[in-house]
């Protein structure tokens, strides 16, 4: 049996400024989310890890720093491109109380699998991509370790909805907020 603990990146600058980051490069941890990586980091403790992977984008990198530089310092970090935040296209870098008034929100709340974001990714995709990631994590916690995962709102949600067999049009059922850990235990 294995355990994969999910952690979604602390607050960034565009969650306190409530616009969609996406995959823009730049985006760091405001005041608030480099504090709570600092409690993450000292709620985790000495956990025995085996691997950590991690979006590419500095947000995550950023949140789970303070615990590798505190209790991870012989772990292996992947940084792994398929746990990357949604490429929103158009979208990104917009107030999310404007995107809220547009047709598409409907279906990014409704009918994620009709959605692609304007010059970016179809949802679908994205949910193919996570589905992949997470039929690789389940391997390896199925056969035992201790894993952790950190990423970002939706890609979180899409894991927590595999673990919880959720389909994929309900899984903005869940919540996940900035600095949340979710831990799964996995066992064939």
Sequence with gaps: MGTVILIRHARSTANAANVLAGQSPGIRLDPTGIEQSKSLAD???????DRVFVSPLERCIETIT????????????????????????????????????????FDVQNNP??????????????????????????ELANAGGNYIVVSHGDIIKFLLAHVLKIEFVNFQSLVVEPASVSIAHFAD
């Design 66 to 105: 303070p615990w590798l530089s505190k209790f991870g310092k012989d772990v292996v970090v992947h940084s792994e491109p398929r746990i990357i935040e949604p490429d929103y296209g158009m979208w990104s870098g917009r107030p999310l109380e404007e995107l809220a008034l547009e047709k598409l929100w």
């Design 113 to 138: 699998a009709l959605v692609t974001f304007p010059n970016g990714e179809r949802f679908i995709d994205v949910w193919d991509r996570v589905t992949d990631f997470f039929t690789h994590l389940s």
């Design 43 to 49: 709620a985790l403790g000495a956990l025995p890890i």
